[in-house]
């Protein structure tokens, strides 16, 4: 069985190789959904009886080791220094430092490593996260799957 939440959240980036617009500062509202295979749950009596994850435990993991941390920050490749000079000098600044240029791609393959641990298989359902998914726009995203290599 495959469960999927989704959640969204705002985030500016750049991409300073990038040979057009994504050059520049510019934000998104981006969405990001998190799919989880297992078995579903047999338990009788207790509340997750008859799900693979409660879709409320999901979003609480996802919010706080990704989505809280990304939402409403300036999402910066450590290696562009122009704009790590520049979010230095606003004290205060919500600035997350990434080791990858931040597109789709490097943002979904980054969510699924922070996330992949902290899904754990607590009911011997076999639980495991499958895909994120970011979307950067409602008509482009990235899929990061765990059958790919590297994940």
Request: aromatic share 8%; proline share 4%; hydrophobic share 40%.
């Amino acid at each position: 069985m495959r469960i999927t939440r989704r959640l969204e959240f705002d985030a500016g980036h750049r991409i300073p190789d990038h040979a057009s617009q994504c050059r520049h500062l510019h934000g998104h509202r981006y969405a990001i959904e998190i799919t989880l295979t297992g078995g579903i749950i047999e338990a009788a009596g207790q509340p997750v009886n008859g799900m693979v994850m409660d879709f409320g435990e999901v979003k609480t993991i996802a919010k706080a080791h990704v989505v809280d941390v990304w939402d409403h920050a300036f999402l910066v490749f450590r290696g562009d220094a122009q704009v790590m000079q520049f979010l230095a000098s606003m004290p205060g600044h919500k600035t997350v430092v990434l080791d990858c240029v931040p597109t789709a791609e490097n943002l979904a393959r980054e969510a699924f490593r922070i996330l992949d641990p902290r899904y754990h298989d607590s009911y011997g359902n076999h639980l495991r996260l499958e895909r994120v998914r970011l979307y950067e726009t409602p008509n482009c995203w990235a899929d990061a799957v765990r059958d790919d290599a590297g994940l």
